[in-house]
């Protein structure tokens, strides 16, 4: 697997992690991925959730939201994959040395090994990966395709010469999954191989409820992957509140400066979107007038 690949294809596993979303969404903003938002004064913006997928009907959704986006005053992704980025991710998910097995311990790393060879991963990187990497490697589809959605998107913004900003850069990525505990990385990641088959069989639903605009739909196929092994409670606990709750109040600071001077269009994983916590309830409290623009 080529560095660039890799870290197109973990870092939309960051933002998707299939197996580890949340137990319960509540039925707030539900259905829907394209969305109006109104601030007083200001001109129209759209927010749109996307699905971190190389799918041919993912992509195929990219066309009727050209005028939206060529219309647009700035075009906010969740993140811009440059060549400072690529270089920055495969520098942090790598030991200098092959540590992971002895971290994972030797009678779990067979099966690991096994896992991420599927993924492509060489088998003289996968000894050095870094738990958290390793674990968004096994949380992404076997044979993704790229590019993505989000990565086609920002094409559409650049051909038509709209301004990109990206809402997050790639080591506030990097860092809500590699700050947590090494014991919640580590007994993950043994988790994500143990339940390797069901993760991906999980994929081809999702990408259903997404393709159907059921964003709530799309968290209870994720609630009903989750590992029902309480010993893994806490450890999904801490996932859940860095790789959502955390990054969607940091979504609403980034996007609210710019949402109140209107002419937004906004791209980021449908999961940001829905429930009391998502960024479209946390905008609605901050006084903007949301509804479904699909």
Not at 10 to 28: E, K, N, S, T
Not at 74 to 90: G, K, Q, S
Not at 205 to 220: K, N, Q, Y
Request: proline share 7%; glycine share 6%.
């Amino acid at each position: 697997m080529t560095g660039r690949r890799a870290f197109l294809l973990q870092a939309a596993a960051l933002v998707a992690a299939p197996a580890l979303a949340r137990a319960a969404v509540p039925a707030a903003f539900e259905r829907g991925l394209l969305w109006r938002v109104n601030v007083e004064g200001a001109p129209p913006s759209f927010l749109y959730g996307t699905l971190h997928s190389g799918d041919p009907r993912v992509l195929a959704r990219v066309e009727p939201l050209r005028p939206l986006i060529a219309a647009a005053r700035v075009f906010m992704p969740e993140l811009v994959t440059d060549a400072d980025a690529v270089n920055l991710y495969m520098a942090a998910s790598v030991y200098d040395s092959e540590d992971l097995p002895r971290r994972v311990g030797k009678a779990k790393w067979p099966r690991i090994a096994q896992a991420l060879a599927l993924h492509g991963v060489d088998a003289r990187v996968a000894p050095r990966l870094r738990p958290w990497a390793a674990l968004i490697t096994l949380l992404q589809p076997v044979a993704a395709r790229q590019p993505s959605l989000d990565e086609a998107l920002i094409d559409a913004a650049r051909a038509r010469r709209v301004p990109v900003q990206p809402i997050e850069q790639v080591q506030e990525q990097i860092d809500a999954i590699a700050l947590l505990p090494e014991d919640t990385q580590i007994a993950l990641l043994i988790d994500a191989s143990r339940r390797h088959d069901l993760i991906q069989a999980g994929v081809e639903p999702m990408t259903r409820a997404w393709l159907a605009g059921d964003i709530g739909e799309l968290a209870r196929i994720n609630s009903r992957l989750m590992s029902a092994e309480p010993a893994l409670k806490l450890h999904g606990q801490r996932f859940l509140q860095s790789l959502l709750g955390a990054r969607n109040a940091r979504f609403e600071q980034r996007l609210l400066p710019e949402l109140r001077q209107g002419g937004v269009f906004a791209a980021f994983g449908a999961s940001h979107l829905t429930g009391a916590d998502g960024v479209l309830s946390r905008l609605s409290v901050q006084g903007c007038t949301v509804e479904a623009a699909d």
